[in-house]
């Protein structure tokens, strides 16, 4: 472990994969490179990264004049954005149709993402967090929209450009409020500053600011956009959103919600607007999602509900415990926020396994109906199983990962006395599991129209038995899995616990 | 009469909600990206006002100061309008020429 005595070093894995990203795009411009061999480069300097931050310590330590802080959720959530890049990238080289013959960009595009999501989970300052989410954004939205020439592709990114430039405005204005009231743009100094009392301008400010992350994660009123960016989007894409740009929305809500407005007067205003966001996008996403028949839309609905879930574990984070007067142990936050990652993880193992198979069946199929799915448990028993164990995952059925995701989710608001968002969690679970059982019943119960067996390369092949296990295996060993979600997160906070998460009252 | 932080405040304010009926009710794609443009001008006023307007409780003697902060803010936001903007139009362009047209009515590829 590196306990780096310069903090600056811990920007190494940031500063390295920046430095390959344009290295690479300057490269492409002169070298005349296959597609192959740029999407290996990305790769090769994806693992660099990944390998760099995992011999980082866990912190915490704010550095750069408080606009970063390196802690154990960063350092997760770095390894977490870096393994869904090297997921991406692999699938748009190897499994999907390529997306375009000319330059290397949509290879080094999701480069610069990941660079953004990093920092998202980096940033201790709104000054970092809205440069960040910019990069983020932008960034997605050339690759929303990179099939120019494909009409859906491109209705799909303009009406993500205009969704994320308003969610931008909300945003900006909503810390021009928060900085103007408290004088300071630093998560740690607002969070001193609003100990006790919350100016009603600082409590706009706060709204404001949960419009424009409520954008990046999907949740209702503000999940317009989702299916139909989902649908119009390339799978690789489409992948990326559903898990990095959530996964950076939620780790920045986290921050906000529980870092900047954790005290008892932000949490008076935040907790009840997020309960019952939560119980919309569990209701909207949840039986939006039944009658759907296109996959993707039908996982861009399912991925609402999804923000449902994982907000109840944010809001059980703070929740005041029954019979306790003065509010939010840390013990009780860092339940909340390990429900959230590993949420997140067996959501990231459940999504690309479903858009790998997604990917390759785009290849073959005329379409990405349920009803083109029909036999294909006949055609391709890998693709078919792969694509049931991973709705089957996202429907949170026992032993699989999902399952334990949902039970963390269930356990927290149990013990926290959320009752009736436990309702809703519920009732949205078992709805869940009706369209989630759509597209298997098509799979093995259905006759297929066309009986050519679907080949599946060798290392797609073994990328999915990967992915299977993983999906069965996290489930049956959850403890083991939960807490090695937990240790990462620990690692070294137990000296530092007032400290680690920036959760000081 | 003197102008005062709330005043620059309620320009803001006008504006931003000026962008929000705009980006709602307009059916041109490049005006609702103006009226987008619009919202994030109205942020950066509001930053500079509260910047301009920053006072120190503890001293009574020097009631408004620049604070600084607020101003650099404003700096990383016109850098970021301008590089969402340069995407932003591009995508509109592109759409033109696969279209014919900017109208969102016709954006009608993907629906429920």
């Not at chain 1, 597609?35 to 760099?52: I, K």
């Not at chain 1, 907000?311 to 059980?316: E, F, R, T, Y």
């Not at chain 1, 990652?341 to 479903?354: H, R």
């Not at chain 2, 509260?50 to 803010?73: A, C, K, L, T, W």
Request: charge should be neutral; glycine fraction near 8%; aromatic fraction near 14%.
């Amino acid at each position: 472990m590196i306990n780096a005595s310069y903090h600056i070093a811990y920007f190494a894995p940031v500063i390295l994969l920046t430095v390959w990203a344009l290295g690479l795009l300057l490269a492409e411009a002169f070298i005349p490179l296959t597609p192959r061999q740029t999407a290996w480069t990305a790769l090769a300097g994806l693992l660099l990264t990944g390998l760099l931050t995992l011999a980082f310590d866990t912190g915490p330590w704010i550095f750069w004049s408080g606009l970063c802080k390196w802690d154990g959720a960063a350092k997760f959530f770095n390894l977490f954005f870096v393994a869904t890049a090297m997921l991406v990238i692999w699938m748009g080289d190897e499994v999907q149709e390529p997306v375009s013959h000319d330059g290397g960009e949509f290879v080094v595009l999701p480069l610069f993402t990941t660079i953004g999501l990093m920092l998202l989970a980096m940033a201790n300052d709104f000054m970092l967090l809205f440069v960040a989410l910019e990069l983020v954004t932008i960034s997605f939205y050339i690759l929303v929209a990179y099939q120019r020439r494909n009409p859906a592709a491109l209705e799909a990114g303009i009406k993500y450009l205009i969704l994320g430039g308003l969610s931008s405005a909300f945003l900006i204005m909503g810390i021009a409020y928060i900085f103007g009231l408290t004088g300071t743009t630093r998560f740690d100094a607002i969070a001193l500053e609003l100990q006790f009392y919350l100016r009603t301008g600082v409590a706009f400010g706060m709204l404001l600011v949960l419009i424009g992350i409520g954008f990046k994660i999907a949740m209702v009123p503000f999940h317009i956009w989702a299916p139909d960016v989902y649908e119009g989007a390339p799978n690789s894409i489409t992948a990326f959103l559903s898990v990095g740009s959530k996964a950076g929305g939620f780790i920045i809500l986290m921050r906000v919600v529980l870092g900047v407005f954790g005290g008892p007067a932000g949490v008076g205003i935040w907790v009840p607007v997020l309960s019952v966001v939560a119980i919309l996008s569990l209701i909207l996403g949840n039986l939006a999602a039944i009658p759907q028949r296109n996959l993707k839309r039908l996982l861009g609905y399912s991925s609402i509900g999804h923000t449902g879930f994982i907000l109840v574990a944010v809001i059980g984070a703070v929740t005041l415990l029954p019979g306790q007067s003065s509010p939010l142990y840390i013990t009780d936050r860092i339940t909340g926020q390990i429900a959230v990652s590993v949420y997140l993880v067996t959501y990231l193992l459940a999504t690309f396994t479903a858009f790998i198979v997604l990917a390759v069946l785009n290849r073959r199929l005329p379409g990405l109906e349920i009803h083109h799915l029909a036999g294909l448990s006949q055609r391709s028993p890998l693709l078919a199983a792969a694509f049931a164990l991973s709705l089957i995952s996202l429907a949170g059925v026992p032993p699989l990962s999902g399952f334990v995701a949902k039970l963390m989710v269930i356990l927290v608001a149990w013990n926290h006395g959320l009752y009736t968002l436990l309702f809703f969690v519920i009732f949205a679970a078992v709805a869940a599991l009706y369209y989630y059982l759509g597209p298997i019943k098509a799979m093995y119960w259905s006759e297929p129209l066309d009986e050519t067996p679907i080949r599946v390369n060798l290392s797609t092949t073994i990328v999915l038995y990967v992915l299977i296990v993983l999906l069965i295996g996290t489930g049956f060993w959850a403890q083991s899995f939960s807490s090695f979600v937990n240790n990462s997160y620990l690692a070294h906070a137990a000296t530092h616990a007032a400290g680690s998460l920036a959760f000081k009252q | 009469m003197e102008i005062t932080l709330n005043h620059y405040l309620a320009v803001a304010a006008v504006f931003f909600v000026i962008g929000l009926m705009g980006v709602i009710m307009r059916r041109n794609l490049l005006i609702i990206y103006m009226s987008l443009e619009m919202m994030l001008q109205a942020a950066n006023l509001t930053f500079v006002a509260f910047s301009r307007f920053y006072s120190y409780p503890e001293s009574p003697s020097r009631p408004y100061f620049n604070h600084i902060d607020g101003q650099v803010f404003v700096f990383f936001v016109i850098t970021v309008a301008a590089a969402e903007v340069a995407v932003g139009l591009a995508l509109i362009v592109a759409l033109y020429r696969l279209k014919e047209t900017t109208q969102v009515q016709n954006l009608t590829t993907l629906k429920f």
